[in-house]
């Protein structure tokens, strides 16, 4: 599934999709700017290489790692880049809004309470069932199930998400 969202507002002419290599930042890492979407991105610097889809978990100076269990618990916001950002490198996550591609596990089901670091399955990848070792992304949705075995991207309604740790 592949959507199309542009920012609107400052920063001007900001390309979602586009990412930066490690000598080249285009923008202040922390800066947000608003999508067509009606949503808010984020401009996050890579901690390890961050798969396309996959939640992530950014910390206090904008550095984006993979989601577990362990940094979703340590009061780091969550965040969805729509393209894989190589480790090291720029570009932008999405931190709320519709038209979010997110990673669910297999037979994931739509509109129910979704975790990250549930035991046996991967980081940065969202399920239902409460597992040991899960935390709670609250705010975050997907709005279609996921009717395969395997890992895959839907589409998510994102609001005000937070990780809970519970």
């Not at 939640?55 to 269990?69: G, K, P, Q």
């Not at 046996?120 to 990848?125: F, L, Q, R, S």
């Not at 975050?140 to 395997?150: E, F, L, P």
Request: aromatic fraction near 6%.
């Amino acid at each position: 599934m592949t959507t199309e969202v542009f920012a609107q507002g400052h920063p001007a002419g900001a390309n979602f999709n586009q990412v930066d290599n490690s000598a080249s930042a285009e923008y202040k890492v922390g800066t947000c700017a608003m999508g067509s979407n009606g949503g808010q991105w984020m401009y996050v610097q890579a901690s390890g290489s961050l798969a396309i889809n996959s939640l992530v978990a950014i910390d206090e100076d904008f550095t984006a790692r993979v989601a577990t269990s362990a940094l979703a618990g340590a009061g780091d916001k969550p965040g969805w880049p729509q393209v894989a950002i190589p480790d090291n490198s720029y570009g932008w996550a999405a931190l709320d809004g519709s038209e979010i591609n997110g990673l669910v596990a297999g037979s994931c089901a739509a509109d129910t309470k979704l975790y990250v670091g549930s035991t046996g399955v991967t980081a940065g990848v969202l399920d239902d069932a409460s597992a040991t070792g899960r935390v709670t992304v609250q705010g975050a949705v997907a709005v279609t199930a996921n009717s395969t075995s395997a890992d895959a991207a839907v589409e998510l309604k994102v609001t005000n998400p937070v990780f809970l740790d519970v």
